[in-house]
């Protein structure tokens, strides 16, 4: 299904959760993935094995228009950051990716964003079954008032997974690096954790569904260093079975876990309106070491935003 | 060492005593509290004493009696009041609280029918219960026939209180966190999934509370009644709910209309039973509410 557009020469990453296409779900296809990252990969902008391919995405709040023409791709099993001074629109591009923006009354996406192959704008396309793939961790934690145990559960029961629940749980907090810290309290409610604890709890509820790709807008803004680490190096984990976008405002961060990094700011435009725009979206390594516009430079050099 | 750049002498924690206003404004909060429980306290001793000769089991074991006010006693009066609280919970409660979901979930609040939904709800709940007796005669007594039954009393009752519960249960619902929504869309629950397993479970405890003070409410109403023209001296208990009936205010209210000096006793007894009822509701409400207390 990805073969024509991509230029890959042998075999294709093929999504572990394809969008089911005109009803009939294509899962079980067995290609053997092809990592995109290492160092014989020629350097290219675009992602080769795109999740999301945007492409003149403009985000509206009733008639302002928050983010203007935004292209850029989403690598599959990457982690992509996205950085850029506060109000430059990088949540709202983000909530774009799982239609949370839907949410908001008046809020309206134009252009175009493809989840594989798929418009996930298209008239056919259900949001929610869009969340259900496309997975979301929030700046603060927000943890269900229920127990750590039902906060795990919750996902998977209503998308009605059948089979073990209590291996469902176990294995999500496992993943999320949580599971030595709670085992002993699983019944006990989510809210008596510690931030950094209820963040993790945050992301294991999201692998819980098994999704696709997860966002995490600032996961760690509220978090200590070590907690920061952790998290951190659970991402870095989870790129084996997961693409990852992460917004953050820590130049360090970004610089230490993404692939790649789109770089966003405000500009004001002919009529006195300031809009969010991508300036440049490149490998990591290229924005911090090399970056091609300016205004990138200054921003990662702390001479503006 | 220029560690300690301050001088101590501008070091100064000790209290400078706190000003006037302040000292003001904590006696005028806990005379208000006074003034409202001792009240409160008032009304209850006094209603025991004047009360207590009558307050034995002949009370709720007897009918009321024209002719033998010294034995005379309350039941119909009791079950009445029970039939229509539990008919009005029955409906008012459900009625009330979808409708709040819809008014706090799904109405686009941008439309203008919406809004004026929402001042007519409001402005519904400061209408005087009167006026719901007189629309409760009209319509459902006499136009839909239900004459003066249990039903119509319970029906009457629960357009009383159905604007009190909305506002009530809106309130409640308004009061989960939006992150809370957010986290179970995010994870591909429906809307109702989100508002059936995540916002009403958090908002048990509000919307309980609101429920239950709306039905005290109800409780003590005797202008609805009166106007329904509900017989004060029935002398059986309501079989269903199709039978005649009285309520305990209303019960009070006649017996207090009547110049006998054991009518009166009868009255403060009744009223006793009557507080009993609100309090014993009122502390389920606590009871619930601490049970189901959310920290965010
Ligand atoms: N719900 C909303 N309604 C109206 N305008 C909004 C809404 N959310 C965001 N905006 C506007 O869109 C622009 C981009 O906001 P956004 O939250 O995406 O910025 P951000 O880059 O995430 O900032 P930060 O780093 O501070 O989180 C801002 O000008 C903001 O005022
Ligand atoms: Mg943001």
């Known amino acids: 299904m990805s073969d024509v557009r991509n230029p890959l020469p042998t075999g294709t990453a093929v999504p572990r959760n394809p ?12 290609v053997p993935n092809v990592s995109v990252r290492g160092p014989e990969v020629p350097r290219t902008i675009e992602a080769l094995d795109p999740v999301f391919t945007v492409s003149g995405l403009s985000v509206f709040y009733g008639d302002y228009e928050a983010v203007r023409g935004v292209d850029m791709t989403i690598g599959n099993r990457e982690i992509t950051a996205m950085i850029g001074p506060s109000g430059c629109g990088k949540s709202t591009v983000l909530r774009c990716f799982n239609r949370m923006n839907d949410l908001i009354p008046g809020a309206r996406a134009a252009g175009k964003i493809l989840y594989h192959d798929e418009d996930l704008y298209g008239d056919h396309v259900d949001p929610i079954e869009v969340r259900r793939r496309i997975g979301m961790v929030f700046q603060k934690p927000n ?110 961060q970004a610089a230490r876990v993404s692939d790649r990094t789109a770089f966003f700011t405000a500009e004001v435009d002919a009529d006195g309106v300031r809009h969010g725009r991508l300036v440049e979206f490149d490998e990591t390594s290229r924005i911090f070491t090399n970056p091609s516009d300016k205004r990138t430079e200054d921003y990662i050099t702390g001479r503006f935003g | 060492m220029a560690i300690l750049s301050t001088p101590r002498s501008a070091v100064q924690l000790a209290s400078k005593g706190r000003p006037l206003r302040e000292h003001l404004f904590r006696i005028a909060l806990l005379a208000s509290l006074a003034i409202a ?34 034995t005379a006693g309350i039941q119909s009066g009791i079950l009445g009041t029970l039939w229509i609280i539990g008919l009005t919970a029955l409906m008012a409660l459900p ?9 706090e979930e799904y109405a ?117 009644f009166l106007m329904l023209g509900a017989a004060t001296l029935v002398r059986f208990n309501p079989e269903g709910v199709w039978s005649t009936f009285t309520v305990l205010p209303l019960q009070i209210y006649s017996f207090i209309a009547r110049p006998q000096e054991e009518f009166a006793i009868l009255a403060a007894a009744a009223i006793v039973i009557l507080l009993a009822i609100l309090l014993l509701m009122n502390s389920v409400a606590i009871w619930l509410r601490n049970r189901y207390q959310k920290r965010w």
């Not at chain 1, 969008?19 to 067995?30: D, L």
């Not at chain 1, 931030?195 to 978090?223: F, T």
């Not at chain 2, 009625?95 to 008014?103: D, F, N, P, Q």
């Not at chain 2, 869309?185 to 405890?205: E, K, N």
Request: aromatic residues 6%; charged residues 20%; neutral net charge.
């Open chain 1, 19 to 30: 969008m089911p296409t005109s009803g009939t779900a294509e899962i079980g296809v067995s």
């Open chain 1, 143 to 252: 943890p269900f008032p229920k127990s750590i145990y039902d906060n795990i559960a919750y996902g998977p029961k209503v998308n009605g997974v059948k089979g073990k629940m209590d291996d469902i749980v176990e294995e999500a907090l496992t993943k999320a690096a949580l599971w030595d810290e709670v085992k002993d309290k699983i019944k006990q409610n989510a809210l008596s954790l510690s931030g950094g604890q209820q963040q993790r709890l945050c992301i294991a509820r999201a692998i819980a569904v098994k999704p696709d790709v997860i966002l995490m807008d600032e996961p760690c803004s509220a978090l200590d260093p070590i907690a920061t680490t952790k998290i951190e190096d659970l991402m870095q984990e989870l790129t084996r079975d997961y693409t990852i976008v992460i917004v953050t405002h820590n130049m360090q």
């Open chain 2, 108 to 224: 686009d609040k941008t439309k203008w029918y919406n809004r004026l939904i929402e001042l007519n709800i409001s402005n519904l709940a400061a209408v005087p219960s009167i006026v719901y007796g007189i629309l409760g005669l009209g319509m459902i007594a006499r136009w839909m026939q239900f004459g003066f039954t249990v039903m119509t009393g319970a029906l009457t009752v629960s357009l009383l209180v159905l604007p009190i519960v909305i506002i009530s249960a809106r309130e409640a619902i308004r009061a989960v966190p939006p992150s809370i929504r957010e986290g179970s869309l995010a994870l591909g629950a429906t809307q109702w999934q989100t508002i059936y397993r995540q916002v009403l479970p958090a908002s048990v405890p509000g919307i309980a509370t609101g429920s239950i003070l709306a039905l005290s409410r109800a409780i003590g109403e005797a202008a609805p």
């Open chain 2, 37 to 70: 429980i001792a009240f409160l306290a008032m009304l209850i001793v006094y209603v025991v004493e004047e009360g207590w000769p009558r307050l034995d089991s002949t009370l709720w074991e007897n009918q009321p009696s024209i002719r033998r006010p010294e």
């Open chain 2, 95 to 103: 009625t009330g609280i979808l409708a709040a979901i819809y008014l």
